[in-house]
């Protein structure tokens, strides 16, 4: 089992900054990719950004250079740092973790990053 907490969503302007955070627990050695979807009301969930456990890194073209996954192994976490945001950001984020042992990802629970003016 892998348990995944987010946290770091919220209200901001556009062109503001947030960081999300993907804490992992439970059998962490067993993660091969971590990363962030997002789904905004009315539209299917997308992939926004991976980190594999070999350091490989891919993005959505609508996030790059904007966005910017990164992990703390120390803490077991991982980081996506948005820059720049746009009211098409406006979503919810959900961490999700690959795993060895199954073909379905583990989910966290979703944060809600809302930009408006």
């Known amino acids: 089992q892998v348990q995944l907490v987010e946290s770091g969503g919220g209200l901001v302007q556009p062109g503001d900054t947030l960081r999300l955070s993907c804490a992992a627990s439970?059998?962490?050695?067993?993660?091969?990719?971590m990363g962030w979807y997002r789904q905004a009301p009315g539209k299917q969930r997308e992939l926004v950004a991976v980190?594999?456990?070999?350091?490989?890194?891919n993005y959505a073209d609508s996030v790059k250079g904007r966005f910017a996954i990164s992990e703390d192994g120390a803490k077991n976490t991982v980081y996506l740092q948005m820059n720049r945001l746009k009211p098409e950001d406006t979503a919810v984020y959900y961490c999700?973790?690959?795993?060895?042992?199954?073909?379905?990802?583990?989910w966290g629970q979703g944060t809600q990053v809302t930009v408006s003016s």
């Open positions: 999700y973790a690959d795993v060895t042992f199954r073909t379905i990802p583990y």
């Open positions: 439970g059998s962490i050695g067993s993660i091969t990719a």
């Open positions: 980190i594999t456990s070999g350091g490989s890194l």
